[in-house]
C-alpha cells in the first residue's frame, strides 16, 4: 500500500522559509511521480510542483518559481519541498501525491494516493 505522510509545515512571517516533507512507504519514491498541491480556504487543489520518476522537476504556478524547490532524497525515501520567502497568499493546506506516471503532471486526478496534508500559515 502506497502511503505519504507530509510534515513541516507551521506559522511563519512572511520573507521567512519552510521545508515541508513528503515520507513514503510501502514504495520507494524513484519509482513513482511526486507531486506537491496546495489548497487554500474557499479555494480549489493546486498543483505546485512535481518530480519525475526521471528525476526532472516542474514547477507550476508562477508565483512560485525561484522560491519554491522540489527535491527527492532517495536514502531517506523522502521528497521535499523548499520553500523560501513565503507570501501571506502562499497560506495553505500542502499535500504531496503519489502518480505510477513517468511524466509529471498539475492535476490531481493523475494522483492516486494522497497524504493528510500540512498547514502553512504566513502571517505577520
Known amino acids: 500500500q502506497l502511503q505519504v505522510v507530509e510534515s513541516g509545515g507551521g506559522l511563519v512571517q512572511p520573507g521567512e522559509s519552510l521545508r515541508l516533507s513528503c515520507a513514503a512507504s510501502?514504495?520507494?519514491?524513484?519509482?513513482?511521480?511526486i507531486g506537491w498541491f496546495r489548497q487554500a480556504p474557499g479555494k480549489e487543489r493546486e498543483g505546485v510542483s512535481c518530480v519525475s520518476r526521471s528525476g526532472s522537476s516542474s514547477n507550476y504556478k508562477d508565483a512560485i518559481k525561484g522560491r519554491f524547490t522540489i527535491s527527492r532524497d532517495s536514502a531517506k525515501n523522502t521528497v521535499y519541498l523548499q520553500m523560501a520567502s513565503l507570501r501571506p497568499e502562499d497560506t495553505a493546506v500542502y499535500y504531496c501525491a503519489v502518480a505510477p506516471s513517468l511524466r509529471c503532471s498539475r492535476y490531481a486526478l493523475f494522483f492516486d494516493s494522497w497524504g493528510q496534508g500540512t498547514q502553512v500559515t504566513v502571517s505577520s
Open positions: 510501502g514504495f520507494t519514491v524513484d519509482d513513482y511521480s
